[in-house]
């Protein structure tokens, strides 16, 4: 594990250093290259290099980019899908979260939900109450992590004592039950990290194009790397599709039993508030008034909250999603009819986004019918493809891509044992750790910062209090009024590869989630003179990656005026 983490810091997967992974792709026959780099693929190179292959994975974007960026933010077994009868599925994505909890706890944070029964409403008390019973035992059954909590039911006095701002009228008790949250994109980074610290090499925006191909059989893939403009050929036993999205571009011929298309795109929009707006004290299942559809108010921390998601089939750029006023709307009726009193409108939407989920095939069902069950299977040329499924299962959805590999009798050398990837991630930190680290500092540094970089980076604050005892300016926060410093920005560029300004705004960090889409234009500066430092670059680049990421910005809050 020591050895491990010193890999963790060693500065050797960052952009100044791309170039030679970019020559070290070329230069090696690989058994396994994964071809994306969102929660699925990066699963899939982890799992992979921890059973002790040769792994490459790749992506045309950024790493967690796409759909592995906009989700929901939570680690959760779907209390919804106990009504269309997928147990199994439930089931599975608990133990996965209380995996998580048990070996990320930094990052994996328990969050109390509220599910109310008001009259006329879809779910009655007594639907509640078996859905959270049946919730919490799928979680403990046959887990060797357990929930945090069980859930309890509530009176309607009850529900007014811990949610004063809820609708009172009609209001009939209901339950309180545990999930988690998270932050999608940096919980596919350090995935990523797991995999890298173990061998594999992971580049982003490498795209692609086609097949190497002997005999009809795949031996490699054809890129072209896209921050230099390069072609080059990469070696490999097998291919793995974990596009997401994408999946549909990357399959040459379908199996017969497999529909074509296969991926039905659906699209989901968040909004995001200071919590005080809202002034919820906990996460709320709630129903659209439109259509009756669940969706969520869900706090970030102590002081933001976001309203999602809608769920509506999509046929645009599948790169770039944006929440229109539609969206917005549809949110906001319904989240003011739950919480009165919120101040919802679109004055204090701090900001946007917009995902798409790679929803398999269906016939028949509705967006939000449509099951998150992933799909596995080997197409012409031996490519295999994972699709589908939910954030959550990440890590069984690649222990699954094993066993389908090894049921083809390849990688016979691999280790084979069952959950083997259930260790602990190397970035983990439990919270009392993290206090002995902070006061042996003998740093000043606010409550409120030490708790986010704590929370966002684990074993990587630390690395971020060692930057601020170099140079105390780093410690500076880069809007005042959000908690995102100089320091975090600094690691993010030294010990992770972040090629852009977007990207660490985006997915690095939460800060153009968090920081008011107003004040992005002065977040921007400020972040690219600390990019413009570290990566030398000159005045038109600075402003290029400014423009970019302003540009981003203005169309996820179009809408409003």
Same mark, same amino acid.
């Given at each position: 594990m020591e050895d491990l983490e010193k890999k963790l810091f060693d500065r050797s997967w960052n952009h100044m250093n791309r170039d030679k992974m970019i020559k070290?792709?070329?230069?090696?026959? @690989? #058994?396994?290259?994964?071809?994306?780099?969102?929660?699925?693929?990066?699963?899939? %190179? +982890? /799992?992979?290099?921890?059973?002790?292959?040769?792994? !490459?994975?790749? #992506?045309?974007?950024?790493?967690?980019?796409g759909t592995s960026s906009r989700s929901s933010k939570l680690?959760?077994?779907? $209390?919804?899908? $106990?009504?269309?009868?997928?147990? #199994?599925?439930?089931? /599975?994505?608990?133990? /996965? +979260?209380?995996?998580?909890r048990a070996h990320i706890p930094h990052l994996i944070r328990p969050i109390p939900f509220l599910f109310v029964h008001l009259e006329g409403g879809k779910y009655k008390i007594r639907d509640i109450k078996g859905a959270a019973k049946v919730y919490d035992f799928l979680s403990d059954n046959e887990s060797e992590f357990k929930n945090y909590k069980k859930f309890r039911m509530l009176s309607p006095e009850e529900v007014f004592e811990i949610e004063p701002e809820y609708i009172r009228e009609g209001n009939l008790g209901g339950a309180i039950y545990y999930d988690t949250n998270l932050d999608d994109a940096r919980l596919t980074l350090e995935i990523i990290k797991e995999a890298v610290i173990r061998g594999a090499v992971?580049?982003?925006?490498?795209?692609?194009?086609?097949?190497?191909?002997?005999?009809?059989? $795949?031996?490699?893939?054809?890129?072209?790397?896209?921050?230099?403009?390069?072609?080059?050929? =990469?070696?490999?036993?097998? !291919? !793995?599709?974990?596009?997401?999205?994408?999946?549909?571009?990357?399959?040459?011929?379908? &199996?017969?039993?497999? &529909?074509?298309?296969?991926?039905r795109p659906t699209k989901g929009v968040?909004? *995001?508030?200071?919590?005080?707006? =809202?002034?919820?004290?906990?996460?709320?299942?709630?129903?659209?008034?439109?259509?009756?559809?669940?969706?969520? =108010?869900? &706090? +970030?921390?102590e002081e933001f909250t976001i309203i999602g998601t809608t769920d509506t089939d999509f046929k645009g750029d599948l790169a770039n999603p944006y929440c229109n006023k539609e969206d917005a709307d549809y949110l906001i009726e319904s %989240?003011?009819?739950y919480f009165p009193?919120?101040?919802?409108?679109? /004055?204090n939407i701090l900001s946007t986004y917009a995902g798409i989920r790679p929803l398999v095939m269906q016939k028949g069902k509705s967006e939000s019918e449509v099951s998150r069950k992933h799909f596995i299977f080997f197409s012409e040329g031996g490519l295999l493809t994972i699709t589908g499924g939910k954030l959550t299962e990440w890590r069984a959805m690649a222990e699954d891509v094993f066993d389908h590999i090894t049921n083809e009798n390849l990688f016979l050398n691999a280790i084979k044992e069952k959950h083997?990837?259930? *260790?602990?991630? $190397?970035i983990g930190l439990e919270k009392e750790d993290w206090l002995k680290e902070l006061k042996q500092t003998e740093l000043e540094i606010e409550n409120d910062i030490a708790d986010h970089i704590y929370h966002q980076y684990g074993k990587g604050a630390i690395k971020i209090l060692e930057l601020i005892k170099e140079d105390s300016s780093l410690g500076d926060r880069i809007i005042e009024e959000n908690n995102f410093i100089k320091a975090e920005v600094l690691y993010t560029l030294r010990y992770e590869l972040t090629p852009h300004l977007i990207d660490v705004f985006c997915r690095r960090t939460e800060m153009a989630l968090w920081i008011h889409h107003k004040k992005a234009f002065e977040a921007a500066n400020k972040v690219a003179e600390l990019m413009a430092n570290e990566y030398l670059w #000159?005045?038109?680049?600075?402003? *290029?990656? =400014?423009?970019? @990421?302003?540009?981003?910005?203005?169309?996820?809050?179009?809408?409003?005026?």
């Open positions: 070290k792709l070329q230069e090696t026959d @690989y #058994d396994i290259v994964i071809i994306g780099a969102g929660v699925t693929g990066a699963g899939v %190179a +982890r /799992e992979a290099a921890m059973r002790g292959l040769k792994v !490459v994975c790749v #992506d045309m974007q950024d790493f967690a980019a680690g959760h077994g779907g $209390i919804r899908y $106990i009504a269309h009868g997928d147990l #199994d599925l439930v089931k /599975e994505a608990l133990h /996965e +979260r209380n995996w998580m992971i580049v982003n925006f490498c795209k692609v194009n086609g097949y190497i191909k002997d005999k009809g059989r $795949i031996t490699g893939v054809k890129c072209t790397d896209l921050e230099n403009n390069v072609d080059l050929e =990469i070696k490999t036993k097998l !291919v !793995v599709n974990a596009t997401g999205i994408w999946t549909d571009q990357l399959i040459d011929i379908y &199996p017969d039993e497999i &529909p074509n298309p296969l991926i968040h909004l *995001q508030y200071r919590r005080k707006y =809202i002034n919820n004290q906990n996460a709320a299942i709630v129903f659209s008034k439109k259509d009756d559809r669940a969706f969520f =108010i869900l &706090p +970030r921390n %989240a003011k009819f009193n919120a101040q919802i409108g679109y /004055e083997f990837s259930k *260790q602990p991630f $190397i #000159d005045e038109n680049k600075k402003n *290029q990656e =400014i423009e970019f @990421y302003m540009d981003y910005i203005k169309k996820t809050t179009s809408f409003i005026s």
